[in-house]
């Protein structure tokens, strides 16, 4: 089975990386930059509009 994984990217730092959408939260609920702790919804981290399907593909 291949993991599957979202790109975030802080609209704050910049900083981008990767985590498992299975990790992350609701799209709709807070999130916080693991760099600069900048608080936003998890839906304005997504790197893509793709990355963000998936992520509520995970949440159903």
């Known amino acids: 089975m291949v993991e ?4 975030l990217v ?22 916080s930059c693991p760099d600069c702790h900048a608080t936003r919804r998890l839906a304005e981290f997504m790197r893509t509009e793709r990355d963000l399907e998936l992520v509520k593909q995970f949440e159903e």
């Open 10 to 31: 802080c609209p704050e730092c910049d900083k981008d990386w990767e985590e498992a959408p299975t990790d992350l939260p609701s799209h709709r609920k807070n999130f």
């Open 4 to 7: 599957a994984f979202v790109r």
